[in-house]
């Protein structure tokens, strides 16, 4: 299969313009003002699977944003890849601290990335990335290097929590039964150190709303005598860590699996230069529960985080006024065992119970999700592995992601099928941030390793019914 390298090098610049078209979409799923840009970014999918060799391509209809359903099935003795991927982004904002603007992809090179990487919303996460999978695809189909079936199913809502997802898959299994499913949107360590992610982190989200008086208060008039909203509020979320950054809320921890001490020196072999995670940062110092390193902070500890908090005067100059209510939004990353909906529970209860009777509060669940790890004895692993290990020439690290990919869970609890994380971006490319961008480097690594993967699984499935 050396022909792919060939494959890239004689349609690379196509490979990216056409990425750079969908870039182009702003298909931001949390705004329903881009409902437009999201019927046109799932058209430019679906149209693209139909070019890369589908033989069958559905715009499939959901309570919410389409899902593109495309399959070719070359014989059905043979196994089937199921490829999930999304093609909904993050909102662009704070869009003042981008250096190009989001939707105008441009190739800049950086220090990661001396090739260039795409500079757009939406590059690494996940258009990039589930475009390699099209491209792929069109590689093997048109040069008869297609060992097996493969079916497609990419959505346009995973930034917000895949609900219509949740509602197709369990009335779609026949259509999307497969061997394997393979995913490209998380990360790997380094360009020169290939990694596997073999675990996510659960979520669960939710607002929380704080009312104190009736009306915003004069707050020399008021001010001392009546709870105030924000000070309340601010103690509340203090109060969710202590001093060795446990989170206190009763039971939090109760199915939290502890890893043996040889799985976590086994963790601990993974290349990680604190120094250089701090330099990336621009800060001092880590922070994190006590007793944990950081690889384990973010992979294996749950956590709890306020993303964001509102309330009072944020006008110019001052205004003296004790707001009648306060807010914030509060992630809580999970690990496997935790039962999202049972912390939400938890947390509800929790935070009810620490508010003093001066105010009244409200906590509204958001979304969220179930963990997720995988074994790395199974032949969809070990086909991932030798894919990288043919076309890095190293043999990829299993590592845990403090990401979430809620749905994955539920692929295996309704599909009974494993899923494959291959990703190829990095940390530094930004995701959810300014200027994310995905290294081109990246891109093309990943159109020429996927091809690998399904040779070797469709090898391995071989041998193994034997
Ligand atoms: N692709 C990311 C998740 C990810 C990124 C996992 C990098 C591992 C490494 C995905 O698009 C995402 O952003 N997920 C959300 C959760 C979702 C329910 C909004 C997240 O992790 O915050
Ligand atoms: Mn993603
Ligand atoms: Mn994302």
């Excluded at 003042?96 to 990661?112: A, D, H, Q, R």
């Excluded at 509340?236 to 009763?250: C, F």
């Excluded at 006024?321 to 929790?350: C, G």
């Amino acid at each position: 299969m050396n022909t792919i390298k060939a494959y890239i090098k004689d349609n690379k610049n196509r490979f990216i313009d056409e990425l750079i078209e969908l870039l182009k979409i702003p298909s931001i799923s949390a705004d329903a003002a881009f409902n437009k840009e999201i019927l046109l970014s799932a058209d430019f999918v679906k149209k693209s699977l139909e070019k890369a060799g589908c033989d069958k391509v559905e715009l499939c209809d959901t309570p919410g944003n389409p899902i593109i359903y495309g399959e070719k099935i070359i014989d059905k003795n043979l196994p089937t890849v199921l490829v999930y991927g999304h093609y909904d982004v993050q909102p662009a904002d704070p869009i003042e601290l981008w250096t190009s603007p989001p939707f105008e992809p441009v190739i800049k090179k950086t220090e990661i990335h001396p090739e260039g990487a795409i500079f757009a919303r939406g590059s690494c996460d996940d258009k990039g990335q589930m475009y390699m999978h099209v491209k792929a695809l069109e590689y093997m189909t048109s040069t008869g290097n297609l060992p097996c079936n493969v079916k497609f199913m990419i959505e346009g809502e995973e930034e917000v929590g895949s609900e219509s997802l949740s509602w197709f898959v369990p009335r779609n299994k026949e259509k999307l039964a497969n061997d394997v499913i393979l995913i490209s949107d998380t990360g790997m360590i380094a360009n020169d150190i290939p990694s596997i992610t073999t675990g996510l982190r659960g979520l669960s989200y939710v607002e929380v709303e704080i009312t104190g008086p009736n009306r915003d208060l004069h707050s020399g008039l008021y001010g001392g005598a009546v709870a105030n909203p924000i000070n309340i509020l601010t103690k509340m979320i203090a109060s969710l860590h202590d001093e060795n950054n446990h989170i206190t809320i009763p039971g939090f921890y109760d199915n939290v699996e502890e890893l043996s001490t040889e799985e976590r020196s086994e963790m601990a072999k993974a290349p990680f230069s604190l120094e250089d995670y701090k330099a990336a940062l621009a800060i001092d110092d880590v922070y994190g529960e006590n007793g944990f390193t950081t690889n384990e902070r973010n992979a294996i500890r749950p956590t709890l985080d306020v993303n964001g908090i509102w309330g009072g005067y944020i006008g110019e100059g001052a205004k003296t006024v004790i707001a009648s209510k306060a807010y914030a939004k509060i992630s809580m990353r999970l690990v496997p065992n935790q039962d999202w909906k049972e912390i939400t529970k938890l947390f509800k209860k929790h935070f009810e119970s620490i508010a003093p009777k001066s105010v009244k509060v409200k906590v509204t669940p958001h979304h969220g999700g179930q963990g997720y790890v995988t074994p790395i004895d199974n032949i969809g692993y070990k086909s991932a592995s030798k894919a990288y290990q043919t076309t890095f020439n190293k043999t990829p690290i299993p590592q845990r992601s403090g990401g979430s990919i809620p749905i994955v869970a539920l692929f295996e609890q309704e599909l009974k099928s494993k899923t494959i994380l291959m990703g190829f971006g990095l940390n530094s490319d930004a995701i959810h941030s300014p200027d994310e961008h995905f290294g081109v480097w990246n891109y093309l690594k990943g159109i020429e390793t996927i091809p690998y993967f399904y040779q070797y699984f469709t090898e391995l499935s071989s041998t193994e019914n034997q």
